[in-house]
């Protein structure tokens, strides 16, 4: 498929303005963390807690940026022992320059670096691989559906797939300052002059923009040039909500296993009233989630985990004896201690406060999960300290419902 004039102004700017802003130097100051791509969520969401971890995981990032996708994974990776390798691809000369700068910086030696673009994927010679990560991609290119189907063409039989996508109703008040700025900034100026305009403008941005009121994101506040570029004067920049979501990923042939937190597309969170809660139940689970996102307004990226609609892909069941959680980043000792005396557990998403009720033993239990011993082992030493089993396993199957769902308490992989 041969670029279009966007798509080759898309790529001049990426040249232009790496994004997002990144310095290698921090990497000795922290590692970024996000979704997708967080080997805990790809054990998890993706192979069900069911692939082994000693089997080797080859993983691309397709539009690896400046390389947040696969610094964090190669990093995790390399942490866990895993084997494996991470394929960076990207057409930006300049991006990559920064990702491997920031992989030199920590030393990661499981990295494969490609200049291409996710188009010259089939026939390439490269996969197949297990897990595919294509973030903030899609809705940048000519054709999101051709996009799709090449990162397919290199997915391995029961692989999948991390993707993120814009959302519209959490970015309110972007689409409004992108169409101002193309009459004052038209694409064909070169890039530094449109930059100097935008600058301008957010400098004496109206109180009543809406921009001005979203606090859903902050590029265009420090994110740097790279930032306020890509958020405001992005040539191609096609948002999705759920049902254009699903509707993109099923015509490629693909089916979500998990959007990122599952909670968070809850309606019932949202609406204590019965009578409304019963309107919901009676929806699909698109419906749903379209719901909740028309509700809380707040959505400003959605991140789903799929796999191949023809695989079968079962939700891993916390609750079996032998099943190993695992905390995903924060470790389960310090979440118990977040939750208060009442038993709830505050959370936010974007801002949004939910508080999350668990039932007393969620502490006890809590302050058992290492990663190591299993859910049968957890009972039993529980069970020596009075813990009766009903007891344990009705609040075990609460809190496991409800930490998995906001994507903190997962579960291992078989060794």
């Not at 985990?305 to 310090?334: F, I, K, N, Q």
């Not at 007393?360 to 082992?377: F, Q, S, Y």
């Amino acid at each position: 498929m041969m670029p279009d004039p966007t798509d080759s102004r898309l790529a001049a700017q990426y040249e232009a303005y790496p994004y997002p802003k990144r310095d290698p130097r921090d990497e000795a100051k922290r590692l970024i963390i996000g979704s997708p791509s967080h080997l805990r969520e790809i054990d998890h969401w993706v192979f069900g807690a069911c692939r082994s971890a000693s089997q080797p995981l080859r993983a691309l990032v397709a539009g690896g940026g400046t390389g947040d996708g696969t610094v964090m994974l190669a990093t995790h990776m390399t942490r866990a022992g895993r084997q494996g390798s991470v394929t960076y691809l990207d057409r930006s000369a300049a991006a990559m320059a920064v990702a491997r700068g920031r992989a030199e910086a920590r030393g990661l030696a499981n990295i494969v670096w490609e200049t291409r673009s996710i188009l010259d994927l089939p026939g390439s010679g490269l996969g197949p691989f297990d897990y595919i990560d294509c973030c903030g991609v899609l809705h940048h290119m000519p054709d999101p559906a051709a996009g799709l189907a090449a990162l397919v063409s290199v997915l391995a039989p029961s692989g999948g797939l991390g993707i993120m996508v814009y959302a519209p109703h959490g970015r309110t008040g972007v689409y409004m300052l992108q169409d101002a700025l193309r009459r004052l900034a038209p694409p064909d100026l070169p890039p530094a002059q449109r930059l100097d305009i935008a600058r301008r403008v957010m400098k004496h941005l109206p109180e009543s923009a809406w921009l001005r009121a979203n606090r859903n994101f902050s590029d265009h506040l420090d994110g740097g040039d790279a930032g306020l570029y890509d958020l405001l004067l992005n040539p191609r920049d096609r948002p999705y909500d759920v049902p254009a979501l699903y509707a993109l990923l099923a015509d490629a042939g693909l089916s979500v296993t998990c959007l990122m937190e599952p909670m968070r597309y809850d309606p019932a969170l949202y609406m204590p009233d019965p009578k409304l809660r019963a309107l919901a139940a009676d929806m699909d689970a698109v419906g749903r989630a379209a719901l909740a996102e028309a509700l809380t307004a707040n959505i400003s990226t959605h991140v789903v985990y799929c796999v191949r609609t023809t695989d079968a892909w079962a939700l891993p069941d916390g609750t079996v004896p032998d099943a190993v959680p695992v905390a995903r980043e924060m470790p389960a000792d310090e979440l118990a201690r977040n939750i208060r005396p009442d038993g709830v557990l505050p959370f936010l998403f974007d801002g949004l406060r939910v508080p999350v009720a668990l039932p007393p033993l969620a502490v006890p239990i809590l302050k058992l999960i290492d990663g190591v011993r299993t859910v049968g082992e957890i009972a039993a030493t529980l069970a020596g300290r009075g813990t009766a089993a009903p007891a344990f396993g009705k609040a075990w199957a609460e809190t496991w419902a409800k930490l998995s769902a906001l994507n903190r308490i997962l579960l291992a992989p078989p060794p």
